[in-house]
């Protein structure tokens, strides 16, 4: 979903020469901010509420999975877009 989305804004970004919407900073920010994995720390949180700490700990790997992938994508992006 992520690397969608930063497209959608470099497309956006792309469109008015003059009047950028978003500078490229902001959006390589914006990703870091909410491309990023779930804090380990929800796991250490979950166990001591007495919480799913399973799946707790199956978030944590998800997310820190899907972030290597989507960090590689906008990498790649962002260096297309630099160039």
Do not use: Q
């Amino acid at each position: 979903m992520m690397p969608l989305l930063i497209l959608r804004m470099e497309s956006l970004n792309k469109k008015s020469n003059d009047d950028k919407l978003l500078s490229i900073e902001n959006i390589i920010l914006i990703a870091i901010i909410f491309g990023g994995p779930t804090a380990v720390s929800s796991f250490a949180l979950a166990r001591e509420m007495n919480g799913d700490t399973e799946l707790a700990a199956s978030i944590v790997i998800v997310t820190s999975l899907k972030y290597s992938f989507t960090l590689v994508v906008l990498m790649t992006s962002w260096m297309n877009v630099l160039s």
